[in-house]
């Protein structure tokens, strides 16, 4: 049985982000999206046979059994409702051996997002470069619950502008080397996700930010430890679309910790933006 208590931060640190290579090159890892295309009307979406349209539920597709698309495990032969991910009972397509999709929601709407276990971003990924484990950035806040309801608008990254209303539980408050902050983390899940900038982005790291996944303690302290902190899905994929950082959550001070930026197999960034 292994002794956890003597197991050092660095070392948790390597496992943690060994698991995060491997997840990123999963089947439905972040490398894998190739396409998030939202459907407004009857049309065809790049890369996949079918014509789809926007139905109660999630998308429709109409398609001819040659087609070979499988939704639910039946080939379409005809006309398919394609339930989104927020259905109760979701819907799964397949396309191919390497490619299957799902529909997502969002503002009334609905997108398919197509996967390809064999994308080229897995073929040419390398892995997530990242900087050695720094206690400095090991920090112990206040985290106060918020009003029950209470929500802050986070813009996203192809929204030209537009704001999305996300609830924030509670405020996290903690002063670091004479600067108090008060930073906004949304709910994700059962954890809760900040989404913040650095003097570090765009010089040593990704352009848009980090995202950093936090839980309250018990006794009303919350841990943040920036070396956990991974690059967003949109540094892997351009088919996400990112939160961006809200202006409380956007450090002056380089924050040299965490995921840096994704490397292809010859060490030159995967993209940029």
Not at 46 to 66: D, R
Not at 136 to 153: C, E, H, K, L, R
Not at 240 to 267: H, S, T, W, Y
């Amino acid at each position: 049985m292994t002794d956890t208590a003597a197991v050092t931060p660095e070392a948790r640190l390597a496992t943690f982000r060994s698991r995060r290579e491997e997840s990123v090159v999963q089947p439905k890892g972040s490398l894998a999206l190739v396409n998030t295309q939202w459907v407004d009307s009857e049309q065809t979406i790049w890369g996949v046979p079918g014509t789809w349209a926007p139905a109660a539920g999630g998308l429709t597709v109409t398609a001819a059994a040659s087609d070979n698309i499988i939704v639910d495990g039946t080939v379409v032969d005809g006309t398919a409702l394609v339930r989104a991910k927020s259905d109760a009972d979701p819907s799964e397509v397949v396309f191919s051996d390497t490619v299957t999709g799902f529909v997502i929601a969002g503002d009334g709407n609905y997108a398919l997002r197509v996967w390809d276990a064999n994308s080229e971003g897995i073929q040419e990924f390398g892995s997530i470069d990242a900087y050695p484990y720094n206690p400095d950035w090991v920090i112990t806040a206040t985290f106060s619950a918020n009003p029950d309801g209470t929500t802050m608008g986070f813009e996203h990254l192809k929204d030209d502008g537009k704001t999305k209303e996300q609830v924030i539980p509670g405020e996290i408050t903690f002063t670091k080397d004479g600067v108090d902050y008060n930073l906004a983390a949304f709910k994700s899940g059962r954890a809760l996700q900040l989404v913040y900038a650095d003097a570090t982005n765009g010089v040593d790291t990704y352009s848009v930010g980090r995202f950093l996944f936090l839980a309250p303690n018990p006794d009303g302290t919350i841990t943040l430890d920036f070396n956990l902190a991974v690059l967003p899905p949109c540094a892997f994929s351009y088919a996400f679309n990112c939160p961006m950082p809200p202006k409380q959550n956007r450090f002056a001070v380089a924050i040299e910790a965490g995921e840096k930026n994704v490397l292809k197999k010859d060490g030159t960034l995967l993209h940029e933006v």
